[in-house]
């Protein structure tokens, strides 16, 4: 396969200052030749944008600004399980938009699952604030981290466009250029620091609770062990979306060029034989603005192993790369609870959140 020359240069430029000296590569996608095997995909709630393979672009049209969702994804990308408990995989995604006012771009998203959709790391790009880290004509690269479940064997990426907007170009493309993950081990990260860190047992007022009009609220409760979020319902009872989070009231201060990692520490109520219906939960991270956001987003589907049951406590981990734009704004930590699924989900199960911890690392 034959690169031009203004890609063959970009991708050089790419490789060579994402990697690190202790990373590898497990998939580089460039899409030169065709669509790599990437899939569309849509939902009929939604109104689905258009879709191409063009130019060696997979692009996402949107002819609306209210409810328009749709992705592509990739094949799935085999994964050792041996060395997924020390695993650090690095995504980076170069996307494109044709809109010359980066104000009007709709939101676009990354992601990085597990093959089973237990785990989704994800990172979306807003036009809000100043706009800056939203998409350009000339294209703009994004950096995605993330650490896999033990016994991952397989992962795989996509490409999302959000419009729901009324702000943003009802009429637009975004497009996809090329996508790779290289794998290093969580031991290679150096210059730790500490930036904070929240007991919820002995400080319970350091966070809040925030709820959207536009969704039914969780119960929030603050206990001994912690943070807790469930709902007011009960199993059988119609509703449409509950949706709510803890969120810290102290912002950390974003240095650029750094990765910034928050490990959560979170248990459970539920029973391991009903592990299946745990509600979905995020351990989000977002600067001041909203213009980026990096979350995990954890759900009770297919073999729940990565699920917390039993009042036992399990840690996931978010990272929040720090570009040049993102440079001296703010880090705020929230914690989400999403009940969504009448059938799926049990809404009287209670999840406790004991502490987060939010250190940061040089970039690699």
Request: hydrophobic share 40%; aromatic share 14%.
């Amino acid at each position: 396969m034959k690169l031009s020359p203004w890609r063959l240069g970009a991708v050089l430029l790419a490789l060579f200052a994402t990697q690190s000296a202790t990373a590898e590569y497990i998939f580089v996608e460039q899409f030169d030749a065709n669509d790599g095997g990437w899939t569309f995909a849509s939902d009929a709630q939604f109104i689905a944008p258009q879709h191409q393979y063009d130019s060696g672009q997979l692009k996402l049209g949107t002819t609306d600004n209210t409810n328009t969702f749709g992705f592509w994804y990739s094949p799935e990308i085999a994964i050792s399980p041996a060395s997924t408990e020390s695993t650090l995989l690095h995504a980076a995604f170069q996307v494109r938009t044709d809109l010359t006012d980066p104000s009007l771009v709709p939101v676009v998203r990354m992601r990085l699952a597990t093959a089973d959709s237990q785990q989704n790391a994800v990172m979306s790009a807003t036009s809000t604030g100043d706009s800056s880290f939203s998409p350009t004509q000339n294209g703009k690269w994004y950096r995605l981290y993330t650490t896999l479940p033990p016994g991952t064997e397989g992962i795989r990426l996509a490409f999302d466009v959000l419009g729901f907007d009324p702000m943003d170009a009802a009429t637009s493309w975004v497009g996809l250029d090329s996508a790779n993950v290289e794998r290093q081990s969580t031991g290679t990260l150096s210059n730790r620091r500490l930036e904070a860190t929240y007991d919820f047992t002995a400080n319970p007022s350091s966070w809040d609770f925030y709820v959207w009009d536009q969704f039914d609220p969780p119960k929030f409760a603050v206990t001994e062990q912690g943070l807790t979020l469930s709902s007011y319902l009960n199993p059988g009872d119609s509703y449409d979306v509950v949706f709510g989070f803890w969120g810290t009231t102290t912002p950390v201060t974003l240095e650029g060029n750094r990765l910034y990692r928050a490990n959560y520490t979170v248990s459970a109520d539920e029973p391991y034989e009903e592990r299946y219906l745990l509600p979905t939960m995020r351990m989000r991270l977002h600067d001041q603005t909203f213009r980026a956001a990096w979350y995990l987003n954890v759900s009770s589907i297919n073999n729940n192993s990565n699920v917390p049951f039993g009042d036992i406590k399990y840690t996931y981990s978010t990272f929040f790369y720090v570009p040049p734009e993102l440079a001296g704004g703010f880090l705020l930590a929230t914690w989400d609870y999403l009940l969504a699924d009448v059938e799926q989900n049990d809404p009287t199960i209670r999840l406790t959140l004991h502490n987060v911890d939010i250190v940061s690392f040089e970039a690699q």
